[in-house]
């Protein structure tokens, strides 16, 4: 199977407007559109083996398009890190909806978001009145619910922006699985397969931030492909907001119609236990999964992960 291909999306924002680069995969006359966004400091070719298993499934009519949401990746760094928040990257996927549509009419669209895509996403499909192509028949919420843990916050927020430059890939893949042990057993080759696609080479970034070459492509210093400043507006969070914040998602998730599937790591310390069953009595009333000796966050990689998730947008 061939890989993604690179586009782009132009999104505005109050500076000027920013790029938003998009790996899609499969057909693109497809009608059926699944997009998947990733987490907090990842990008979109995390899904790589979920897009493939999809469009194995589906015989390859499927469009399958996973962003990199602005600061990661391909994408555009924003002038004002303060940008870097849920309204902006929503208002992002729905210039990305808009322009996957103008292509070709999306008679069908499933969304799978991990941890913060997950966000993104209920934020979407819990706002009926937003101008989307097609409705979200099927959502993934991958470990991810309207209450997030403050002691999660506190541990992502001590390391995102930091320890950026590494000396080769393997050094950054050995820094990172610091980091994400919680992600659960991996390969090394599944691990460095992961890994590639978050460096960037060292030598090929522009004044901006934005990456000049295809992530990955170097055997010499790297440094990861986002924008250090996507820490800064979560840093910034104060318990009354935070309290704010969950009210509102929990408000968009008891809006959501969709059928909905939320995935957890048994080990996860963002999405608790009690908020995952709570899922399951209200709003969407999602069917949970638990992966066990897996916290935050499943990769999707293992056949039992992606499976789950395949099974439950195709069949």
Not at 222 to 236: C, E, F, S, W
Request: charged content about 20%; aromatic content about 6%; overall charge negative.
């Amino acid at each position: 199977m061939t890989g993604p291909s690179l586009r782009f999306v132009t999104c505005a924002d109050a500076d000027g407007g920013h790029r938003m680069a998009y790996w899609q995969w499969g057909e693109d006359d497809a009608p059926h559109v699944v997009l998947c966004v990733h987490g907090l400091t990842r990008q979109g070719r995390d899904f790589d083996v979920l897009a493939q298993a999809l469009l194995a499934r589906a015989k390859g009519h499927l469009r399958v398009v996973c962003p990199d949401v602005v600061g990661r990746g391909q994408s555009d760094w924003l002038r004002n890190p303060q940008g870097y928040q849920l309204p902006t990257y929503a208002a992002d996927m729905l210039a990305l909806l808009a322009q996957l549509h103008a292509q070709r009419e999306i008679v069908t669209l499933d969304y799978v978001g991990t941890s913060m895509g997950g966000l993104i996403g209920m934020a979407i499909a819990g706002s009926p009145k937003l101008p989307l192509p097609s409705p979200i028949r099927r959502l993934v919420l991958n470990d991810v619910g309207p209450a997030i843990s403050q002691s999660a916050v506190e541990r992502i927020g001590a390391y995102v922006g930091k320890g950026g430059r590494h000396d080769s890939l393997e050094a950054a893949a050995d820094a990172m699985w610091l980091l994400s042990t919680s992600f659960g057993a991996h390969t090394r080759e599944e691990w460095l397969e992961l890994s590639r696609h978050m460096v960037v080479p060292a030598a090929q970034r522009s004044e901006d931030g934005s990456a000049k070459a295809a992530s990955g492509e170097t055997g010499g210093p790297v440094m990861l492909h986002y924008d250090p400043a996507i820490g800064a507006p979560i840093r910034a969070i104060t318990p009354e907001a935070a309290t704010q914040a969950e009210a509102v998602m929990w408000g968009l998730y008891d809006a959501i119609s969709a059928r909905t599937l939320l995935l957890r790591g048994a080990q996860s310390d963002l999405l608790t236990g009690q908020t995952a069953q709570a899922m399951t009595q209200r709003g969407a009333k999602a069917r949970l999964v638990e992966f066990e000796e897996v916290g935050h966050a499943p990769t999707l990689v293992s056949p039992a992960q992606h499976g789950v998730v395949v099974d439950f947008l195709l069949d």
